[in-house]
């Protein structure tokens, strides 16, 4: 889990269970995907794989990116949380998935993009 949170990654599952293996841990999945901001997704015999990836297809078109500075920037190592809160007049409730936190070690690494130059 603390790989995961450091990779800044979303995590979308589909998770293909029903027999009765002990090596099956649905919630497992769920956490993953949750504490990354991504969905995990268990199809029944209703719902095709293929409709839970346009699903996934769709929510990954439709994203938005924040950005932030902290206030500090001391303590690097310790996992920070965040929550997002959004509001429209007229839109009624609206529902934000984001992911849990973020830990600012992992941040840091991340490679600047290349620079381009315009012609």
Request: charged fraction near 25%; glycine fraction near 6%; proline fraction near 6%.
């Amino acid at each position: 889990m603390a790989e995961a949170r450091q990779s800044q990654a979303q995590i979308y599952s589909i998770g293909l269970v029903g027999s009765d293996s002990v090596e099956e841990n649905p919630e497992l999945l769920r956490r993953l995907s949750k504490d990354t901001g991504g969905v995990a997704y268990f199809p029944r015999e209703a719902e095709s794989v293929e409709s839970v990836s346009a699903k996934i297809a769709r929510d990954l078109r439709e994203q938005y990116t924040l950005g932030y500075i902290p206030r500090s920037l001391k303590q690097t190592d310790t996992f920070r949380k965040i929550e997002v809160k959004v509001t429209a007049a007229g839109q009624g409730k609206l529902h934000v998935r984001t992911r849990q936190g973020y830990s600012p070690q992992a941040v840091k690494s991340i490679p600047a993009p290349p620079e381009t130059t315009a012609k």
